[in-house]
C-alpha cells in the first residue's frame, strides 16, 4: 500500500474529537455517549476489579494518574526514542524557523522568473477534514480543440528547506513524519509545513506543477506533459467526506458552494473526477492491484479514548490518488527524459509467488506459474465482491507475501525495477514534500534541471538516503503501529468479559490473531483453535495491556460445544 493519502482522520495533530454535529460516522452518536458513559462508569468502579494475566494499563504504575492522551504521548515520546526517532527540533532548527518567519527566503530574479502564474487556474485542495499540510492542489480543464488538461501542484519546500541546512539535517533523520493518534511529529517544522509551505487556502504559494493533457477523457492517449515552477492559489479546501457524497450525488459541501465561482470549480472538478476514473480503469488493465486497508480513528473525548472508528476509502480519496500517482509517473519521467538519476519507489515482483499461488488455491483459484499481476488482480477482484468483510485481512496476507515497498537510488542510465503493485516502470515520489523526505530530495533535482545546474546529489548520496529512507520507515510503522495497539487496549479496558464477534485474521507458528467486526481491533486469540484465515468466530475478552499493546481474547464456545 503506498502512502499517497493518509486516512481520515490521521493527520491531526492531536488525534480526532467528537463534534456536535460530526457526520459520515459508522456509529451512531447514541452509540458513541454509551462509550464514554460506560468509560466513567468503569474508572469509578476500577478499584474494584482484580483481572488476572495481562493487567489492564490504567492500573498498572507506569501510566498511574495520566489521561489516556498523556499516556499514549508518553509511550509515542518513548518509542520515537526506542527507534531512533527525534520527536523534537534542535535549538538550532528553532532558530533557522525564526529566521525564515521573519526575513523570508530570497530568490534570484532568474530563479523567480520561472515561476509561471497559475494563480486563476481552477486550482482545489482535497484532503481530510482536519488536515493542516496541505502537499497538493488539483485542477482540470476542458480545452476548445477537445483535449483535457489535468494539473497538479505541489508545495515548493525544497526553496525554503536547502541542502544539508539544520532543517534539511532534520528531515533526513526521520525521513517522515511520523503519525499517532495522539502526537504528530512533523518532519518539517509546523511554521513552515503548516503555513508557509502549506498550500492553504486563499493563498499564494510557490509550487510544482505537474501539467499533463490527453486526447479526452475516453482517450488518455498524452498529447504532451510537462514539468515547471509555477504561483498557484487555492480557491477551496475541501475535505474528502463530504466531496465524496457529492460526487456520489448528493449535497454540495458548504466549503465549496460558498467558495467564489463555486459553480465553476465545481464543474472542473466533477472533470477531475471522471479522469481519476478513466485513469483507475487503464491501471486496472494494466494489472495494478487495488488492496484495501482497515485505518482506525482513535476518536477523543476531552482526553479520553472513546471510540475507534474504521474508515476505508471513499471515491474522493480515489480520486486524488490516482492524480497523486499520475504526477509521480510524470516526475519521474521528466527526471528519465533529462539523464538524471533519480530515487524510485518500487515493489519488486514477489519472490514468494509460490506462497501466494498457495494461498489462492485455498479459494479454489489456480494462479499461472510465473508472475503475473494480472492474473492476482482478477483474484483480488473476485474475493472483494465474494466477502467484502474479510477482504482488508485478505489483502495484507497478500502484501506480506509480495513484500515491502521500498526507494533504491536509479542511475540515468539504468532500467528501474519497476513497482509490482502499480503495474508501472517509472515511478518516483514527488507529491508529498512536506512529510516525505524522498520527495524533496526529487524537487532538488528538478530544480536543478529546470536551472540548468549541475545535480545536487552525487550517485553515492542518493544511494545512501534511498537506503535509509528504506530503513526509517519500516521504524515509523513500528512507533504507529504500537501507538495504535495501545489505543485500542485503552478503549477496551472496561470491556473485560464481553462478547464479539470476530475473524481469523492471521496463524503464524501456532498464534491466532483475530479482528473484531463491529471495532477495528485485533487481538491474540488463546488456548486451542482449529480453523483458518477468514473463519467467523465468537470471542471473549479477557484482558488488555496498553503499554505493551496486548489484546487477549478466548473462543466462546458454541452451542454444540458446550
Request: charged share 30%; aromatic share 6%.
Amino acid at each position: 500500500l503506498e502512502p499517497e493519502i493518509l486516512p481520515e482522520g490521521l493527520k491531526n495533530m492531536e488525534g480526532r474529537h467528537l463534534k456536535p454535529n460530526e457526520k459520515n460516522r459508522k456509529r451512531s452518536r447514541s452509540q458513541k455517549t454509551k462509550s464514554i458513559q460506560q468509560y466513567r462508569h468503569y474508572k469509578n468502579k476500577k478499584e474494584d476489579n482484580d483481572h488476572q494475566g495481562r493487567r489492564a494499563a490504567k492500573v498498572s504504575t507506569e501510566w498511574e494518574g495520566l489521561t489516556d492522551r498523556q499516556a499514549l504521548k508518553k509511550l509515542a515520546g518513548e518509542l520515537m526514542t526506542k527507534h531512533e526517532l527525534l520527536a523534537e527540533a534542535s535549538e538550532a532548527c528553532v532558530a533557522q524557523v525564526a529566521k525564515i518567519v521573519k526575513e523570508g527566503v530570497k530568490l534570484s530574479e532568474e530563479h523567480e522568473a520561472l515561476y509561471k502564474d497559475l494563480r486563476d487556474l481552477p486550482w482545489v485542495s482535497i484532503d481530510n477534514d482536519d488536515t493542516r499540510d496541505i502537499d497538493q492542489l488539483t485542477a482540470a480543464m476542458l480545452l476548445p480543440n477537445g483535449n483535457v488538461r489535468m494539473l497538479i501542484s505541489v508545495a515548493d519546500c525544497d526553496f525554503m528547506v536547502a541542502k544539508k541546512d539544520v532543517l534539511d539535517v532534520h528531515a533526513l533523520h526521520n525521513t517522515t513524519s511520523v503519525y499517532t493518534a495522539a502526537q504528530v511529529y512533523p518532519m518539517l517544522p509546523i511554521e513552515l509545513s503548516y503555513d508557509l509551505t502549506s498550500l492553504n487556502p486563499h493563498e499564494e504559494r510557490k509550487a510544482f506543477i505537474m501539467d499533463i493533457t490527453y486526447v479526452s477523457v475516453d482517450n488518455l492517449e498524452v498529447v504532451e506533459e510537462s514539468v515547471y515552477l509555477g504561483i498557484v492559489y487555492n480557491h477551496a479546501k475541501l475535505a474528502y467526506p463530504s466531496m465524496s457524497v457529492w460526487l456520489k450525488g448528493g449535497e454540495m459541501p458548504p466549503a465549496l458552494a460558498n467558495a467564489k465561482n463555486s459553480e465553476y470549480l465545481a464543474e472542473t472538478i466533477k472533470l477531475q473526477d471522471q479522469i481519476a476514473r478513466a485513469i483507475l480503469e487503464n491501471r486496472r488493465k494494466n494489472g495494478a492491484l487495488e488492496f484495501e486497508s482497515l485505518q482506525a480513528d482513535v476518536i477523543f473525548h476531552e482526553d479520553t479514548v472513546v471510540d475507534l472508528i474504521a474508515s476505508g476509502q471513499n471515491r474522493a480519496q480515489k480520486l486524488i490518488e490516482n492524480f497523486m500517482l499520475t504526477a509521480n509517473g510524470i516526475t519521474s519521467r521528466f527526471l528519465r527524459s533529462h539523464h538524471s538519476a533519480s530515487i524510485q519507489r518500487v515493489v519488486r515482483e514477489p519472490e514468494k509467488w509460490e506462497a501466494i499461488r498457495e494461498f489462492a488455491s485455498g479459494y479454489g483459484t489456480t494462479l499461472p506459474v510465473d508472475v503475473d499481476n494480472k492474473a492476482l488482480r482478477r483474484f483480488l477482484s473476485e474475493r472483494r465482491v465474494e466477502d467484502p468483510v474479510t477482504f482488508p485481512d485478505l489483502s495484507l496476507t497478500i502484501i506480506k507475501l509480495m513484500g515491502r515497498g521500498e526507494y533504491i537510488f536509479t542511475a540515468d542510465d539504468e532500467d528501474s525495477i519497476g513497482h509490482f503493485g502499480l503495474a508501472v516502470v517509472d515511478y518516483t515520489h514527488s507529491t508529498a514534500p512536506n512529510r516525505r523526505y524522498p520527495d524533496l530530495v526529487t524537487q532538488r533535482m528538478v530544480r536543478a534541471i529546470l536551472l540548468g545546474q549541475p545535480a545536487p546529489y552525487t550517485s553515492e548520496e542518493l544511494d545512501e538516503i534511498a537506503q535509509r529512507c528504506s530503513d526509517m520507515q519500516t521504524n515509523v510503522m513500528k512507533v504507529e503501529r504500537q501507538v495504535s495497539k495501545a489505543a485500542a487496549a485503552l478503549l477496551l479496558d472496561d470491556k473485560i468479559g464481553e462478547e464479539f464477534d470476530g475473524i481469523i485474521t492471521g496463524i503464524k507458528d501456532g498464534a491466532t490473531w483475530v479482528r473484531l467486526l463491529p471495532l477495528p481491533v485485533e487481538g491474540n486469540l488463546t488456548g486451542a483453535r482449529k480453523g483458518k484465515v477468514g473463519d467467523r468466530v465468537r470471542v471473549e475478552l479477557i484482558s488488555t495491556n496498553a503499554p505493551k499493546g496486548w489484546i487477549d481474547f478466548k473462543v466462546v464456545p458454541s452451542k454444540e460445544e458446550k
